[in-house]
Each structure stands twice: as structure tokens, then as C-alpha cells.
């Protein structure tokens, strides 16, 4: 049994005594706040309620988008968005919003990292790490796939999502501050799916080159020596490094 709390942009869905319905004021707030952002730097505008449902596991996620999979935070198309929240995942925020949002203002462009990078640009963290900071220890330890591999569905998903997404939100991130919001917009409607070919036309720079002053910007940041060390177990754990 639901019950309902309905926001300015959202109609929220969660089970009653459940930690989702004590928290549902503060959820609404973040969201809420998230929306306007989105919309904001994206320069768009939905025209549809967005239908939440906070479930207590991945499988109930799962049962609720229809194939059974765990997983903890999904969309399914035009408007609704199922996500865990409970004592240890919150998934909540920026991350499942800006799919529905983008896929609804702008279009569904074929590449996975194209679109995780957007969704990783708005959290700008990767287990509230710097995205910045994990591509620069995957730069300096040979982790770092080419990008030019990543925009391939494939090789996309044989990485595991540790490498893959912040790679990807560093990627759109840069894409955005040097070339600006508007022409991004243009290549996340128009890409298909040869991507270095219609990345050339849009912004006047091969992948390649793109990607090397990607890398050299990136190499420049310094973060203090504890999220370096986070970095680096985290990596050991998913048995990346030893």
C-alpha cells in the first residue's frame, strides 16, 4: 500500500512507516531543489509530473520496473523513477532525475557513457569523491580507457561502473566549460552512432585532441592526501589495484 505527497514537480510514492515517509519533507526539499537546478543549466523545461516511488530494496525495485533485476535506482519512461531508500542506500539526488528529465526535453542519444556523463556532471561525485580525483589516479596508475573505447556500448559496460562514470562525468563537465551549455545541447540531440565523426562537426576538435587537453587539465588539480587514500582502497576492494 502507497501512500502519496504530491510537489510543485513530483507526486512521491512510499510505504507507510517506512524511513522514506519519516524523511518525505526533506526528500521533497532535495529533489524540488534538484529539479530547479537541472532545469536551470540545462535551459529546459518538462512538462510532465514526475511519479517517485521510494522503495526499500533493489529486488522491490526491480518487481516495480518489471524485470526483476536489483538494482538501486532506475527510470522507466515518460515520467516515473523508482528508487531505494533506506538506513544504508539513499538514492536519491540529482542522478535518476537528470535521465528523465534529459530524455524528455532533449532526446535519448544511443551512447551510455554520453548519457551516465551527464547524470555524473549534476553529482559531480563518485562515492562522494571528486570525479576529478578518480580520473586522475586512473590516469596516473594505466586505469584510464581511452575515450574513444568508451563511447562504444561494449566496451562501455565491460568496465566496471568505478571506471566508467567518472570518466564520463569528467568528460561532459569539460565538454561544458569549454565549449558551453547550448552546443553541448546540440550534440546530446544530434549524435548517432558513428560519435567521433559528429563530435568533429559540432565542436571543431577530434576526440583525440579533445581528450589530451582533457588529461592535462585533469593532471593539474590537487586534492589532499586523504581522498587520494580513499581512492585507493576503494580500488583495492573492487580488486583493481593490489
Known sequence: ???????????????????????????????????????????????????????????????????????????????KIYAVYNEKVKCIGFHEDVHLISYNTLGKPKQTFLREGLAMFFDKVWWRIPNEAWVQVYINTGLYPKLSTLTEYEEFHRYKDIITYPIAGVFVDYLISIFGIEKFKVFFKTVDENFDKCFLKTFSISLKNFEDKLTKYVKIIEYNKCIYDAIYEHLKKNRLLK
Open 1 to 79: 500500500m502507497w501512500k502519496k505527497k504530491k510537489s510543485s514537480h513530483y507526486i512521491f510514492n512510499y510505504h507507510k512507516g517506512s524511513l522514506a515517509e519519516k524523511n518525505i519533507d526533506e526528500i521533497i526539499e532535495l529533489q524540488e531543489s534538484c529539479y530547479e537546478y537541472i532545469c536551470e543549466v540545462l535551459k529546459v523545461k518538462m512538462n510532465r509530473i514526475i511519479h517517485y516511488f521510494l522503495c526499500e530494496s533493489p529486488e522491490e525495485v526491480g518487481r516495480m520496473y518489471g524485470d526483476d533485476e536489483p538494482v538501486n535506482g532506475i527510470i522507466k519512461m515518460p515520467d
